[in-house]
């Protein structure tokens, strides 16, 4: 709560529009201005006078030494202990009055799936709620009670505070507020099942002329992602801010290694811009050497970007990088919600040469005795089992981007644990940490820390949301509704995080929603992708042309070497099938055919790609490894229709296999393609070559109100 003294709150409403607009466009500049980096004069003024109006409101978020207690405070709820959480965390339950008879979430008259509908993502009528005064509603701001407005309804999400995936710094950054501003820019929150869920958490209404002037005095939050790079076309937005890219999965076998304009995008940020004059890693914790060359608690050395180039040996690496939520939307069906960011498709997988410096070289020059680590000759000093990480990137709050991983993986002789500068013989790519990030073959991509700043020896995991909330494998009946918004939930402890990933593959050409010509043709090739985490190689991948009732082996293809159990990159596969003899008869009689292909990858330890999801659906969209099928129509030529098969036609899996729709064509040039998108500018599709829940480029153009400002895209 604001003091007696402070502004009114519409001074303080539009000091806070103010203050964010001003944070949002400095925030995507380096955030090199720590006291460990050269600050620019500009920065530094901006910084200050954002640190001077907080401090006339009473609003302390961008004070340094306050914003730092307030973000470590969420670290440590994030991660669940039970003695220090109840310590340390006091969550006020929210006032929930029960939706009166009729008013519902599920009641016809709330239109959260017809985005086609004026009504579409409004609030429905609640005349059994009370109608609350602004100024009411602007005075709880902070953590004791957390209110909200969205178009004329006051919502309380005092108990969303540690639940919500941003953390709390987002829930105070627009306390008391409309919410609307703040969804214009992270507009996934426009999907509709997002509403329905806060719609449990209404307290009330505003008056109409309540409801205009919420909007008007929240005004513009500026957008912190404005100078972020120009993407290709062909890298399709699952989210556009922050930019979460997937290329068309046909593009993913045209060469082994992904092109870095092609290679999918993961920011959780805005991308910073970092002058790589003033970049400087920071390198703390138990047995660092400091300046003096003695060991000490307290040991930090610094390196800049000409010292990693010049001071090591350089060292380069091929591996696939894959997000753990790849093929989430997958899990955002008809009878689940996932209620976590970015909804990737199926595109986020890609394979790359990095080229860096190992980081236990650079461990070895801060005084660990890497080599007699790894061999068991001595321990880790001071029980040390994990490396955490830290950005540069940060949000509007400050609050940074990192995780952890297995200190013993970093000391690994062999394990090729790189502080990358280069991509494909290239600088990185901003998207993809100019000027260094972490490289961690074998190993899930949310912990390879782009534009890495700090890392810190330690005996604890990170205490990053990333790390230990938003990355955990649930059991299939932890839900966000009924156990995560209220964080922590009952049994954390059988939620693992996620490191190293499991065996997949999917099938890339055709195509999805393709037409084929098959004039004269009697038999299909068809491509795809394996790959298993840890360094496991793929040791054959089977194929299907009738939804699994029969398999073979493909053709593989990896034209790099890599030893046993350090296989980092993917392999491709292929195969050339003669077609049943049912469909060359149908093609022959001029009539469209299908098939129904399926790939299932066997890594070298024989794990096996599971054939159904439902024993592996989790609440985070993680770990999601179904077989991944494509299904080819037959239609008949004079069928104007493309009519999905029934859902359970394969037998397995029924409906969450990756079903990719392809028509056969007889009456077309053997070879030609016909590409069709379910979504003008978005080609990949989840199972079946279609979307259960409206997509529109992850939400941004869903919205009636808010469907236009896309960004560029370029064809380099």
């Avoid at 540690?162 to 987002?170: E, I, K, S």
Wanted: proline letters at 8%.
């Amino acid at each position: 709560m604001l003091a007696a003294t402070a502004p009114t709150t519409a001074m303080t409403s539009m000091a806070r529009t103010m203050g964010l607009r001003a944070l949002s466009t400095q925030a995507a500049k380096t955030s090199t201005s720590s006291s460990d980096a050269p600050t620019s004069p500009t920065h530094a003024a901006a910084v200050a006078s954002l640190v001077a109006m907080a401090s006339l409101l009473g609003i302390n978020a961008m004070n340094d030494d306050n914003n730092k207690k307030n973000i470590a405070q969420m670290e440590i709820s994030s991660c669940y202990d039970p003695e220090a959480h109840a310590a340390a965390t006091k969550v006020i339950k929210p006032i929930v009055k029960p939706p009166a008879p009729g008013l519902t979430a599920a009641n016809p008259e709330h239109n959260i799936t017809d985005p086609t509908k004026p009504d579409y993502n409004q609030p429905p009528p609640r005349p059994d709620l009370p109608t609350i005064p602004l100024a009411d509603v602007q005075e709880h701001n902070d953590e004791s009670s957390l209110w909200y407005t969205f178009r004329g309804a006051v919502y309380d999400l005092t108990s969303f505070q540690q639940g919500h995936p941003g953390g709390l710094p987002r829930l105070l950054m627009a306390a008391g507020q409309d919410l609307e501003p703040y969804w214009d820019i992270y507009r996934q929150h426009f999907r509709g099942h997002v509403l329905e869920w806060i719609e449990t958490h209404r307290i009330g209404n505003l008056s109409e002329e309540d409801t205009v002037k919420s909007r008007q005095e929240t005004g513009s939050i500026g957008d912190m992602f404005e100078s972020d790079p120009t993407r290709h076309v062909d890298l399709l937005p699952a989210t556009s801010k922050p930019f979460n890219g997937e290329p068309r999965i046909e593009l993913l076998t045209e060469d082994y290694i992904t092109p870095n304009h092609l290679f999918y995008a993961r920011c959780h940020l805005a991308v910073p811009e970092i002058d790589p004059e003033e970049y400087r890693l920071i390198i703390s914790g138990a047995g660092i050497k400091g300046k003096s060359g003695k060991k000490s608690k307290r040991g930090k050395r610094k390196f800049t970007l000409h010292d990693l180039k010049t001071k090591f040996k350089k060292h380069e690496v091929v591996t696939t990088l894959q997000c753990a939520g790849n093929r989430r939307e997958d899990l955002n069906d008809k009878d689940h919600k996932i209620f976590i960011a970015p909804h990737w498709v199926i595109g986020a997988m890609s394979t790359a040469k990095w080229g860096g410096v190992k980081l236990r070289d650079v461990l070895d020059e801060c005084g660990i005795n890497v080599d007699d680590i790894a061999l068991g000759k001595e321990g880790p000093p001071e029980g040390v089992e994990h490396i955490q990480l830290e950005g540069y990137d940060h949000d509007e709050t400050g609050y940074t981007y990192g995780g952890s991983f297995p200190f013993m993986k970093a000391v690994d002789g062999l394990g090729e644990v790189i502080l990358a500068y280069e991509m494909n013989g290239e600088d990185l790519p901003r998207d993809h940490g100019y000027p260094v990030r972490m490289v961690i073959p074998g190993h899930v991509g949310a912990r390879q820390v782009k534009w890495l700043h700090k890392i810190k020896l330690s005996n604890t995991p990170s205490t990053k949301s990333y790390q230990c909330k938003s990355y955990l494998g649930f059991a299939p009946d932890i839900t966000f509704e009924k156990d995560l918004a209220d964080w922590p939930p009952a049994r954390l402890d059988q939620a693992p995080i996620i490191h190293e990933q499991p065996v997949t593959s999917f099938v890339c050409n055709p195509p999805q929603n393709a037409v084929i010509g098959m004039k004269g043709a009697t038999d299909f090739t068809f491509k795809g992708v394996a790959w298993s985490g840890g360094g496991r190689g793929i040791g054959r991948v089977d194929v299907s042309v009738d939804g699994g009732e029969s398999w073979t082996a493909s053709e593989l293809y990896k034209p790099i070497e890599q030893k046993y159990n350090h296989h980092w990159a993917w392999t491709q596969f292929s195969k050339t099938i003669v077609l049943p003899e049912d469909v060359k008869e149908k093609l022959k009689r001029g009539e469209k055919a299908e098939l129904d292909i399926t790939s299932k990858a066997l890594d070298s330890s024989f794990n096996v790609q599971p054939s159904v999801m439902a024993p592996y659906w989790n609440a985070r969209g993680e770990l999601f490894l179904p077989n991944f099928t494509i299904v080819f129509f037959f239609l008949h030529p004079n069928s104007k229709n493309l009519i999905p098969p029934a859902k359970n036609d394969s037998g397995i899996a029924i409906n969450h296999w990756y079903h990719v729709k392809v028509i056969l064509d007889p009456n077309l040039p053997k070879g030609e393609i016909i590409r069709r998108e379910p979504e003008e500018g978005f080609a990949n599709t989840p199972s079946g070559g279609h979307f259960d829940r409206k997509w529109a480029m992850g939400g941004w153009k869903l919205d009636p109100q808010h469907n236009t400002g896309l960004r560029e895209t370029s064809q380099e």
